[in-house]
């Protein structure tokens, strides 16, 4: 009997192992796949798909914020030791490699909130590091070399981890701009722009000044200069003196050059030879047109020469007078060759010969502020100016708060414009530095 109920046993037994090995479970429910978006072999199971902008990264948390730029909607995914990371060459990244702005492919579990994959998107464009660019905000467009792009509401603008404007973006700084087809989605700042002024500068009044080998400006009366972030030389040569000075330039901060210790000499002159082809070209130094047929007696210091002929290109230069005698050859090319650029130097301001329009620019907001066209100062605000057709930066700034700039774009319309910006943003703590003495 006890053997019988033995055989029983591991009959059941035998019976109840069988019947579970040959049980088949039923399939998973097909995952909610946009199958308009793209998708990568090999990367484990997700039910979302999303193409998207990278907004914010936090390494502590392991999350990553994304930004769909059509519904310009956030939201924030963690990651884990199987998220898959991979470059547009479908090379395994990490998340160090990772930058805020990039448009990447992402799958993800909606409801766990996990990333699964991200791949850096291969039909994405990408312009890094450039400072050749216009961005106008007002017409919403933007153009890079000979490609001109959209802007849009939904482009993710960033600067120092903080989101801004387009119009907070001025002349010279870099970037780097992403986008798809013909929109741009992101713009970071790379390196930014500072501010430059000078104090007890009566005697530099007229002169110019050189920051770097690239910007070269006539000092006026409470300038306030817009200048990209970095180290430069910069020199300050006007009547009677020439001084050189080592400054660095941090972002959105202003740095002072002190010229209380300049010693101011007898000036020194020297004999100008000019000689221009064509023998009928108009010669203007310094805005003021001068009889080339004669030696011109010029003291020592940098200048501005301006060449006009018709029929030909006008040629802009610099010229520094620091010998008894010397002599100047200017060869004006014809209209459309383009021959002579190397020798021309972009003049920052108001410098002749501009074509003045009768329209006028007001800044009416915020008010109480010091107000600068391309470091030029305007007045108190609310001000009004001259309209020159051109990309120009307002710079606003008070006392106890925080220096802003803005670039704007003026057409050559018979019309007047009208600009009212964000309030200051007061300081907490009074930044910058003051650099004097020479080097």
């Not at 003049?347 to 010091?370: C, H, K, M, Q, T």
Request: hydrophobic share 40%; charged share 20%; aromatic share 8%.
């Amino acid at each position: 009997m006890k053997k019988f109920l033995v055989k029983i046993l591991i009959l059941l037994i035998t019976t109840l192992l069988f019947a579970c090995g040959n049980t088949t479970p039923p399939p998973p429910a097909a995952p909610d796949i946009d199958h308009t978006k793209p998708s990568h072999p090999n990367i484990g199971i997700y039910d979302s798909l999303d193409t998207v902008i990278i907004s914010n990264i936090d390494t502590e948390a392991r999350t990553i914020t994304f930004i769909n730029f059509e519904l310009d909607k956030p939201y924030t995914l963690e990651y884990n030791g199987v998220t898959t990371f991979m470059d547009k060459y479908e090379k395994v990244l990490s998340v160090a490699q990772l930058m805020v702005g990039e448009v990447v492919d992402v799958s993800f579990l909606k409801s766990e909130k996990l990333l699964v994959s991200l791949f850096q998107s291969k039909e994405a464009f990408t312009y890094e590091n450039i400072s050749r660019y216009t961005l106008d905000g007002g017409r919403k467009v933007a153009v890079i070399g000979e490609n001109t792009y959209r802007l849009t509401n939904s482009a993710l603008v960033v600067s120092d981890g903080r989101r801004i404007d387009v119009a907070d973006i001025v002349n010279r700084d870099v970037v780097t701009i992403r986008g798809f087809d013909r929109d741009i989605w992101s713009i970071v700042v790379q390196s930014g722009h500072g501010y430059l002024r000078l104090i007890n500068d009566i005697y530099a009044i007229g002169g110019w000044i050189e920051i770097g080998q690239t910007h070269i400006q006539r000092i006026t009366d409470n300038m306030l200069l817009v200048v990209p972030e970095g180290t430069f030389e910069v020199r300050i040569s006007a009547r009677g003196f020439s001084t050189t000075r080592r400054v660095t330039i941090d972002r959105n901060r202003e740095t002072v050059i002190d010229l209380g210790d300049v010693v101011v000499e007898s000036p020194r002159t020297g004999r100008v030879i000019f000689n221009v082809e064509p023998i009928n070209a108009a010669v203007f130094i310094d805005g003021r047109e001068i009889d080339i047929r004669n030696i011109i007696e010029l003291e020592f210091g940098l200048y501005q020469v301006i060449c006009m002929a018709p029929g030909y290109d006008t040629v802009t230069i610099h010229i520094r007078v620091s010998e008894e005698n010397a002599s100047v050859s200017i060869i004006m090319d014809r209209e459309g060759t383009n021959v002579n650029n190397n020798n021309n130097t972009s003049v920052s301001g108001n410098e002749l010969p501009l074509e003045v329009g009768r329209n006028r620019v007001y800044i009416e907001a915020p008010v109480d502020v010091e107000v600068y066209q391309d470091g030029v100062y305007m007045g108190i605000s609310p001000v009004h100016f001259e309209k020159v057709a051109g990309s120009r930066t307002i710079t606003l700034r008070h006392q106890g708060f925080i220096t802003k700039s803005y670039q704007i774009h003026l057409d050559n319309e018979p019309t007047d414009v009208t600009y009212s910006f964000s309030a200051l943003e007061r300081m907490s703590l009074e930044i910058g530095n003051t650099v004097s003495g020479n080097n």
